[in-house]
């Protein structure tokens, strides 16, 4: 890249300047929520009834919506990145529509079509089911924001997939539910691991659709993020900036896990042929 | 590079020529007076504020609806505002006391109902019935004026109908709105099976929802505060606004939309 001609030090500079700037933009807000808030305030948080709860809920419902996503959108990913189906660039497309959606347009969905009197209300009803205000309902509203990050990130990492790959291992009497498995997702598992964690990440950032959809009920639905909502509006600043801080930390903190799990897990677990053969298929 | 340069500066003298004709248009002081206003007022202010412009025509309104706590969190944080016109002498008081306004004046009360859809699925005919256990009860959360009167009421029908009264019904709240709109829309939508509101809210709903009285010796009574923020740019306009608002016109509407007067 660098071709040694000195003229070219402007945008280098500008270059330079712009990243600053970004970083700075992002990292201000976030390093002004802990110089806000002292380290014994976030402990007192820590203790505090609201924030405990909202971060029960939100650790609950996020897990459970990253793993329905992973369970329904790892083999869906899977089949539109190795076949050639008809109109896969359409399902795609739809698939990734929550990412372009408001939140609140998420919600009022959520309701038309799960509600008490929405398109389906009367068959769930027909079998004792009512979401609306219930933690499903939360869990619902983080997976259909949160599911288009996952999915959109699996797709990537199964078509980076050498195909012969999967055809080798069908040739040696594979299936193609065992080629998935046993080649598919070990070769494709950083991907599917970022796409995971992008997905938690928002999972746990949800607000407008769990606040319609589920409500705000401290210990049931209330959830990180609408805890800072409830204490901001209610006037205790210094409590919302607690939460905040804590959430920070919080996600923070499971992206760096999930990190070194990835640096752990992939020399540990893959088999050697497997190694050579993304070294080679992965050297961009 | 030359045309598009022409187009920018057409754009710019157009953009210069609009702004020079409205201001030209409306005299030399068109005023827009920012209203934070409770969500219970949210159907009247701006009919108020109709009135007020018909008798003031340089003076327009912007009104931003919210829950009196979040309404008082933003003029904390330094909101530009103009007036201040909560349903509570609570935020009222603590926003003249950190001399955020000026000393504000009562300009009506309103009170509480209980409201069910017309199609009632839990089937509440009574008070007592919101005991039952297992029916979906939305209310104001605690901060919100609104949350902080259902409390005030649930606390004093434990007189009427036992200690364990308000404890009983509480167990049955699934959401905590931010303000009293949040509320009333989840019942008229039928998603929620009950929720208490402003008397003047199941007014303006009529048929959208069934309401149901409360014992007026277990009410609470919601007294409204008016004032002008301490740091408008246009005070005097504020200021007349809020007269109006307290004057024989706008007591007049408050009072048909079913306000009670700001004495009770």
Not at chain 1, 126 to 154: C, D, H, K, N
Not at chain 2, 183 to 191: A, F, I, P
């Amino acid at each position: 890249m660098r071709t040694g001609r000195r003229g070219n030090v402007l945008p280098g500079v500008a270059a330079g300047v712009a990243a600053a700037l970004l970083i700075g933009f992002v990292l201000l807000p976030v390093l002004a929520i802990f110089l806000r808030v002292s380290p014994g305030r976030l402990v007192t948080a820590l203790h505090s009834r609201v924030a405990l709860d909202a971060l029960g809920v939100s650790v609950k419902t996020s897990l459970i919506a990253v793993a329905l996503i992973l369970v329904v959108g790892t083999p869906t990913a899977y089949v539109l990145a190795t076949t050639n189906l008809r109109g896969r660039g359409l399902i795609l497309s739809l698939l990734e529509l929550p990412l372009v959606l408001p939140p609140a347009v998420a919600g009022i969905g959520l309701f038309a079509a799960f509600g008490r009197f929405g398109l389906l209300g009367g068959a769930l009803r027909a079998v004792g089911v009512e979401i609306p205000f219930t933690q499903i309902a939360v869990v619902m509203a983080l997976a259909f924001v949160a599911s288009p990050f996952y999915v959109r990130q699996a797709h990537a990492a199964f078509a980076a997939v050498d195909p012969e790959l999967l055809g080798a291992a069908r040739t040696l009497g594979a299936g193609p539910g065992r080629a998935f498995w046993r080649v598919g997702v070990p070769v494709a598992r950083q991907g599917l691991s970022a796409g995971a964690t992008l997905a938690w990440a928002r999972a746990l950032g949800e607000f407008g659709a769990t606040i319609m959809f589920a409500g705000s009920l401290q210990g049931r639905t209330q959830t990180l993020p609408l805890a800072i909502y409830g204490e901001f509006s209610g006037g205790d600043l210094r409590g919302a900036l607690a939460i905040a801080a804590l959430l920070v930390v919080v996600s923070a903190g499971l992206l760096v896990g999930v990190r070194a799990m990835l640096r752990t897990g992939r020399a540990a677990l893959e088999p050697r042929w497997i190694r050579s053969s993304t070294l080679t298929s992965a050297s961009r | 590079m030359r045309v598009r340069r022409l187009v920018v500066g057409v754009m710019l003298v157009g953009l210069a020529a609009i702004g020079c004709s409205s201001s030209a248009e409306a005299g030399s002081s068109h005023v827009t007076l920012t209203v934070l206003a409770a969500s219970s007022l949210k159907n009247l202010f701006p009919k108020i504020g109709d009135q007020f412009t018909a008798a003031h025509p340089n003076v327009g309104f912007s009104f931003s609806f919210a829950g009196t706590d979040a309404l008082t969190a933003q003029i904390e944080q330094g909101a530009p505002a103009d007036v201040f016109a909560g349903a509570s002498k609570k935020y009222g008081d603590e926003l003249s006391s950190k001399g955020l306004i000026d000393v504000f004046s009562p300009f009506c009360t309103n009170s509480l109902v209980l409201v069910v859809p017309p199609s009632n699925p839990a089937g509440i005919q009574t008070l007592t019935d919101l005991t039952k256990p297992g029916f979906k009860l939305v209310i104001g959360s605690e901060t919100v004026p609104v949350g902080a009167y259902t409390r005030a009421v649930l606390t004093n029908l434990n007189a009427v109908y036992g200690s364990g009264f308000s404890a009983q019904v509480l167990a049955n709240v699934v959401s905590n709105e931010d303000n009293v709109e949040g509320v009333l829309t989840k019942v008229e939508s039928g998603e929620a099976d009950a929720g208490f509101v402003y008397v003047t809210d199941s007014k303006a709903a009529g048929a959208a929802v069934t309401t149901i009285m409360l014992p007026s010796n277990a009410q609470a009574v919601a007294t409204y505060p008016i004032a002008v923020v301490k740091s408008s740019a246009h005070a005097i306009d504020a200021q007349a606004f809020v007269a109006f608002v307290l004057g024989p016109t706008g007591q007049g509407l408050l009072a048909d939309a079913g306000f009670g007067p700001p004495a009770g």
